[in-house]
């Protein structure tokens, strides 16, 4: 690289982008776009959510044993803040050279309230316990607090710190449903940085989606808010309006480097080739 701050790319296609309606891929698919992403040069590949099903858990074990190689991308997998779910998790990731645990739960209070039923207190014992455990399995744990966005901002960054304090290596601050603003998000991250002790030792990131049509500008206002890894999709694809598009976001930080003064090490001339296969695959 040039000397620039880095960016790390982190691809979420065949896990976030597989849950948009249609989408859905078989192994040898995912296996396909997996050896592409790993051309693409993205530096994370997000392979799938293992608890889900077997059928998912074998995918993601395929591309952890093929694609997860010494100089490859690291291989995550995503987990809810449960044993069995990290435990899945990390068993799918395992042949991988380099491998991620990426676990999360909800922080806002309409979460809390409707879909999880538990208080603030429970869900900060949570993290604790399963940031912990999911450190026992791994080295590199990645932690969401899902719908950050929405989320109380005092209670977001005690959780946050919480996670940080146990282990987590990233801290992934998402957007889950595309309700914020670019200047919003970017105070988030930026609040987070400066108030939360640690923070500036972890890489902070941004998962944005395309609800209001904002999803790479949110993550390009994060970015500048000091997030250091972007999750995103080929072809922008992924829950309801979509996620933050890979190819959208490299290549705005690659055509105005003078204003953003970043480097992501994908290569550009397998955009294309990529983006093809991904439509050829979730048609």
């Not at 490859?72 to 042949?95: F, K, Q, V, Y």
């Not at 744990?141 to 109380?152: I, K, L, T, W």
């Not at 999709?233 to 003064?261: D, H, K, P």
Request: hydrophobic share 40%; with cysteine.
């Amino acid at each position: 690289m040039s000397g620039e701050p880095y960016v790390q790319i982190f691809d979420t296609t065949l896990r976030d982008g597989e849950q948009a309606p249609g989408c859905t891929m078989t192994r040898d698919e995912k296996l396909a776009v997996a050896r592409q992403l790993a051309l693409l040069r993205v530096d994370v590949i997000e392979a799938g959510f293992p608890a889900a099903s077997r059928g998912d858990w074998d995918a993601v074990h395929a591309v952890a044993q093929e694609v997860g190689t010494p100089g490859g991308p690291t291989i995550c997998a995503l987990a809810r803040a449960n044993e069995r779910d990290i435990d899945r998790c990390h068993s799918a990731i395992e042949p991988a050279a380099k491998r991620r645990i990426h676990t999360f739960i909800a922080t806002s209070d309409v979460h809390l309230e409707h879909k999880l039923r538990m208080s603030r207190a429970r869900v900060a014992e949570v993290v604790a316990a399963m940031v912990t455990y999911a450190r026992g399995w791994c080295d590199d744990v990645e932690f969401s607090p899902e719908d950050a966005g929405r989320s109380d901002p005092i209670f977001l960054r005690e959780i946050v710190s919480i996670a940080i304090e146990c282990g987590a290596t990233v801290l992934n601050i998402p957007d889950t449903v595309g309700y914020t603003t670019p200047d919003e998000y970017a105070a988030m991250i930026a609040g987070i940085r400066a108030q939360v002790p640690g923070a500036e030792d972890i890489v902070l990131s941004t998962h944005c989606h395309d609800d209001l049509g904002l999803a790479v500008a949110n993550s390009l206002a994060g970015v500048r808010a000091g997030a250091r890894q972007v999750e995103c999709t080929i072809n922008g694809i992924g829950e309801r309006a979509g996620n933050a598009s890979l190819e959208e976001v490299v290549m705005t930080l690659c055509a105005r480097r003078q204003l953003f003064g970043l480097a992501t090490g994908v290569d550009t001339r397998e955009l294309v080739r990529t983006s093809r296969l991904v439509s050829a695959c979730t048609g």
